[in-house]
């Protein structure tokens, strides 16, 4: 995946998944395989999939949230993005990278959830 081989990375993780089906990081990449192409529904199964198996685990609410910010609903995607911010400290480094998140990142609502993550 990382490498651009989106088919092949997408055929494994598909194996992966054949052999055990509850595997969720290999959900969660096939999400971003299919955000990737442009498969949103399919990208939202996954992921969704991925959290009902772990919800301790930051990756799929922050893809969700990267994929409510490419529909521009920010309210949505600031839902998942705090979810994924409890979960994991690593969130505020991705978000502030993330061409995904510039119009989360610039709204009004963003920017006084930070500052409820800083009083923490």
Same mark, same amino acid.
């Given at each position: 995946?990382?490498?651009?081989?989106?088919?092949?990375?997408?055929?494994?993780?598909?194996?992966?998944?054949?052999?055990?089906?509850?595997? @969720?990081?290999?959900?969660?990449?096939?999400?971003?395989?299919?955000?990737?192409?442009?498969?949103?529904?399919?990208?939202?199964?996954?992921?969704?999939?991925?959290?009902?198996?772990?919800?301790?685990?930051?990756?799929?609410?922050?893809?969700?949230?990267?994929?409510?910010?490419?529909?521009?609903?920010?309210?949505?995607?600031?839902?998942?993005?705090? @979810?994924?911010?409890?979960?994991?400290?690593?969130?505020?480094?991705?978000?502030?990278?993330?061409?995904?998140?510039?119009? @989360? @990142?610039?709204?009004?609502?963003?920017?006084?959830?930070?500052?409820?993550?800083?009083?923490?």
């Amino acid at each position: 995946q990382r490498t651009w081989e989106h088919r092949r990375a997408e055929a494994l993780y598909r194996q992966t998944l054949a052999i055990e089906p509850g595997h @969720v990081r290999a959900l969660n990449n096939l999400g971003v395989l299919y955000m990737d192409a442009q498969k949103t529904e399919e990208a939202m199964a996954m992921f969704g999939k991925a959290i009902v198996l772990k919800r301790d685990y930051a990756d799929p609410y922050y893809n969700l949230a990267c994929l409510y910010a490419r529909k521009k609903e920010i309210d949505e995607s600031l839902w998942y993005l705090k @979810v994924a911010m409890t979960i994991s400290n690593e969130v505020k480094d991705w978000v502030m990278k993330d061409a995904d998140m510039e119009h @989360v @990142v610039a709204s009004p609502l963003f920017k006084k959830m930070m500052e409820g993550q800083k009083n923490r």
